[in-house]
Structures are given as structure tokens and as C-alpha cells.
Nanobody, 118 residues
Framework: QVTLVESGGGLVQPGGSLKLSCTAT???????????VKWYRQAPGKQRELVAV???????QYADFAKGRFTISRDIDKNMVYLQMNNLNSEDTADYYC?????????WGQGTQVTVSS
């Protein structure tokens, strides 16, 4: 069982940066470092979409809109996952969700809101 809690969202001006954090709480004996982790986002009136993936072997994948601007990372010792977002624009306004996956076990956070506006 894993509980994911996102933080770090807020209001940022176009061109600005924001770093989202995801804190994972695991059951005793569960190793969060074994999980694949992802960030998703959902803009108002739109479907949830994948932003970035960090596999447990360190490989990363990004949506086209995130390439060159967003970076996913993790601190295994702290059970943390991060999403560094740079050069933000209004289209990045959305609720951002942390996701963890290990085999058939999947977990979602409650989301953190990001608003890009001047």
C-alpha cells in the first residue's frame, strides 16, 4: 500500500518555473524505489494526460510538450518524486498528479493545482 501526496503547486507567471513534489508513504517492507513513477496532468475540460515517466531503472520518458522544459526525478532515500517545470505557459495550467506503479499495483495522489497566468 502506497500513499502519494503532491505539493508545490500554485500560481506562476508565464515563463516562470515551479517544482512539484510527491511524497510517498509505503507499508513496512515496501520499497518505493522499485516503483515506476509518473506525473500526469488534467486541464479543465480535458482528459488526463501523461507528462513524464521515471522507470525504476532510471530511464525517463516525456510527453512532447514536456521535452526540454520538464524534468522528472526522485530521491529514493526520502521516498520523494519531483517534477521540475521551466518556461511555463498558460497551456500548462492543470491539476498535476503523481502516480506509482509496481506490477498490478497502482496508486494516485490527490493532485496539486498549477496555474500559469500573468
Amino acid at each position: 500500500q502506497v500513499t502519494l501526496v503532491e505539493s508545490g503547486g500554485g500560481l506562476v507567471q508565464p515563463g516562470g518555473s515551479l517544482k512539484l513534489s510527491c511524497t510517498a508513504t509505503t507499508a513496512p517492507g515496501d520499497i518505493f524505489g522499485a516503483y515506476h513513477v509518473k506525473w500526469y496532468r488534467q486541464a479543465p475540460g480535458k482528459q488526463r494526460e501523461l507528462v513524464a515517466v521515471l522507470y525504476n531503472n532510471g530511464r525517463q520518458q516525456y510527453a512532447d510538450f514536456a521535452k526540454g522544459r520538464f524534468t522528472i526525478s526522485r530521491d529514493i532515500d526520502k521516498n520523494m518524486v519531483y517534477l521540475q517545470m521551466n518556461n511555463l505557459n498558460s497551456e500548462d495550467t492543470a491539476d498535476y498528479y503523481c502516480y506509482g506503479e509496481l506490477f498490478s499495483h497502482t496508486y494516485w495522489g490527490q493532485g496539486t493545482q498549477v496555474t500559469v497566468s500573468s
